[in-house]
């Protein structure tokens, strides 16, 4: 009887040579913060007085319907910044100070979309919700941004289709903890292969990695994804400690 084995995944054996690979001590902060020009907030100041004349829900909004270059300039150097430097950038900033809530989300939304479509960032069809502690545990149903768990580190809704892009409106300071950081996975695969290369491999084969109840009723709880995949062309990654359970595969 002949033994049938997964072929090996193919695996990037280099050490990677990127702006995408950094540690804290490597980036000034001109790197990943940028302002937001005089003209884009006159735009974005010209398209919420036009919303408090015209109401209507951020999530039916499209750049499409408003002039406004000076965005359009800036959010094609921050998806530029994103694509080809760090994989992060602070906008400093929206004058929160001056516009309500739902206000700033509508702004949010027209910048993120310069970027790329809006998704769904849960299964029950939520694009936009608050990240904040409500009080609840983390469980099956409940992530642990809306607690008040300290988070691991994580990749955005790795544990089911990440998109390619992640964005966060930050309206008020917490009154404690609340630091957001960000580290490079690409940082982490040099890491690996300088000092532990032996152990790479087993990243690249799946794990069973719980979904959190986002899925419809009947289908696995675990989706079985790898940490780091390589196509012969592009290195992605994804990662959440708390929700990767091991499982050897051949």
């Known amino acids: 009887m002949t033994e049938l084995r997964n ?4 695996m990037f054996e280099g050490i990677i040579e990127s702006p ?3 540690t804290n001590g490597e980036v000034s902060e001109e790197r990943w913060r940028l302002p937001i020009p005089a003209a884009a907030l006159d735009e974005v100041d010209a398209v919420i007085k036009f919303l408090r004349a015209n109401p209507l829900d951020p999530r039916l909004l ?3 319907d408003f002039v406004l270059p000076a965005c359009r300039v800036l959010m094609r150097k ?3 910044l994103l694509d080809t430097d760090l994989g992060v950038i602070v906008l400093d900033r929206l004058p929160v100070e001056s516009y309500s809530k739902d206000e700033l989300i509508a702004a949010y939304w027209l910048l993120s979309s310069m970027i790329a479509r809006p998704v769904a960032q849960a299964f029950d069809g939520r694009v936009l919700y608050d990240v904040r502690d409500t009080g609840k545990t983390t ?3 409940v992530r642990s941004d809306i607690t008040g768990a300290e988070l ?3 990749s955005d809704y790795g544990f089911n289709f990440p998109p390619p892009y992640i964005g966060l409106l930050a309206l008020r300071v917490a009154r404690e903890g609340g630091v957001s950081s960000a580290a490079s996975m690409l940082t982490v695969h040099n890491l690996l292969q300088r000092r532990a290369p032996h152990l790479l491999g087993r990243l690249y084969q799946p794990f069973h990695v719980n979904r959190q109840g986002e899925h419809p009723e009947g289908d696995p709880v675990t989706h079985f994804y790898p940490i ?3 196509d012969g062309n592009s290195l992605n990654a994804r990662f959440n400690k708390r929700l990767v359970k091991l499982s050897l595969t051949r």
Do not use: G, I, M, N
């Open 7 to 10: 072929p090996a995944p193919r």
């Open 62 to 64: 499209s750049p499409d």
């Open 152 to 154: 691991f580190w994580h």
């Open 139 to 141: 469980d099956t149903r």
């Open 20 to 22: 995408r690979v950094w």
């Open 78 to 80: 921050v998806k530029t």
């Open 228 to 230: 780091f995949t390589y």
